[in-house]
């Protein structure tokens, strides 16, 4: 008789021991064990480090990226892309529930896993759309739901495309609900994207008013949102892949300064440092991107004699989801920049 495991290990294929994330293929026959949930899914939202990847990879075709993201789901029966480990959460609705779950939502609820695509038994029949400007894409498909794997029902008051985008990122506004002290200094990196600008203002109520929220951007156009919300004291424009440019730029306006805590929220590589420097030696780095590496940040720690914490950006935090679109509720200018760039399509 097949043993069930409530963390998956029953669907782990190769290789065997290790558990679903760290696999390298797992069985997606998208048959409801007693212990799992099936669910019809609509649209992928793809990690951003991830989605980014398979962009640059495809020269932004479609075609191409239409059959890379095929290519690895048939490949591992995931969507974890090799490069970056990282994978993303969906969107879909409750199909069947297995005999021996008894969760509060029932077949035909409409919900967002919170656990990692990169985990997440999928089959993909036909891809629909791929929204570059989400990093979001529409299927048919199936996917299945572990004993252990959490999700959020979408709530009747917000868009669901919306309630998908913003949990995608859940984890990191509410990091820094745990992290940022009132008066604190406060570095983000990436400021302008979707984690970037829930950090910021959560940054800012914690900070209050007499901290500072320091925001880097690499480009201009970001500027006018991250303005609008109001929570940044100062908006630096500089590549977060120059430590020293940006290092300087800080300390600028922070009187000499460097900061208290620092996130990293932008999805492209080589930005350890650039956390890193501007950070107090009693300071907390908090590595949110996926284009993170471990070596990296740790040598280079090591490197100039920093003595930072560095947290590693674990997309679990409890609360997490409510907290994050109890964002959207009470700000109405971040709420018309998610809906303005995440929200329903045409
Ligand atoms: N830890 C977790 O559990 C978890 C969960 C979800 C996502 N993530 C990761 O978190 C990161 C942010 O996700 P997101 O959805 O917020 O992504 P996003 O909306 O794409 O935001 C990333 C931001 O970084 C900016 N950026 C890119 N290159 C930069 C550079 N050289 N200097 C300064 N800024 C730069 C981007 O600007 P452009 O738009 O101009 O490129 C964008 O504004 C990604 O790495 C994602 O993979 C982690």
Do not use: W
Not at 2 to 29: E, M, S, W
Not at 74 to 103: A, E, F
Not at 193 to 204: N, P
Not at 245 to 254: P, R
């Amino acid at each position: 008789m097949k043993i069930l495991c409530p963390y998956g290990t029953h669907r782990v294929i190769k290789p065997i021991g290790v558990l679903p994330q760290a696999a390298q293929i797992i069985n997606n026959d998208m048959v409801c064990e007693a212990n799992e949930i099936l669910i019809d899914v609509k649209t992928l939202n793809i990690d951003s480090a991830s989605f980014h990847q398979i962009y640059q990879a495809c020269n932004g075709d479609l075609k191409q990226m239409e059959a890379r993201i095929l290519e690895i789901v048939n490949s591992r029966g995931k969507m974890q892309n090799p490069v970056t480990g990282s994978g993303g959460m969906l969107l879909g609705t409750i199909k069947q529930i297995g005999k021996d779950l008894h969760p509060k939502v029932v077949v035909g609820d409409e919900i967002a896993t919170l656990v990692s695509l990169s985990l997440t038994p999928l089959k993909i029949e036909k891809i629909i759309a791929i929204h570059m400007d989400t990093d979001q894409v529409d299927i048919i498909g199936q996917a299945i739901l572990f004993a252990t794997g959490i999700y959020a029902k979408i709530p009747a008051d917000l868009d669901k495309i919306l309630v998908l985008s913003a949990l995608d990122v859940c984890g990191a506004p509410a990091q820094v609900e745990r992290l940022v002290k009132p008066n604190d200094s406060v570095l983000i990196l990436g400021a302008g994207g979707k984690s970037g600008l829930l950090c910021t203002y959560q940054a800012k109520k914690n900070a209050g008013p007499n901290g500072k929220v320091i925001g880097v951007i690499n480009d201009i156009s970001q500027y006018d949102d991250l303005k609008a919300i109001q929570s940044c004291d100062e908006i630096i424009i500089g590549d977060a892949r120059n430590p020293l440019e940006i290092y300087h730029k800080v300390l600028e306006v922070n009187n000499g300064q460097q900061v208290d805590v620092t996130f990293n929220n932008v999805n492209v590589i080589d930005t350890e440092m650039t956390s890193i420097l501007p950070t107090k030696n009693s300071g907390i780095v908090y590595f949110f991107s996926m284009a993170t590496s471990f070596t990296k940040a740790a040598l280079g720690a090591e490197g100039v004699a920093s003595e930072a914490t560095l947290m590693i950006g674990n997309g679990y935090t409890s609360g997490h989801a409510e907290l994050t679109l109890n964002l959207l509720r009470e700000s109405p200018i971040l709420y018309q920049i998610f809906m303005k760039r995440y929200g329903p399509r045409g």
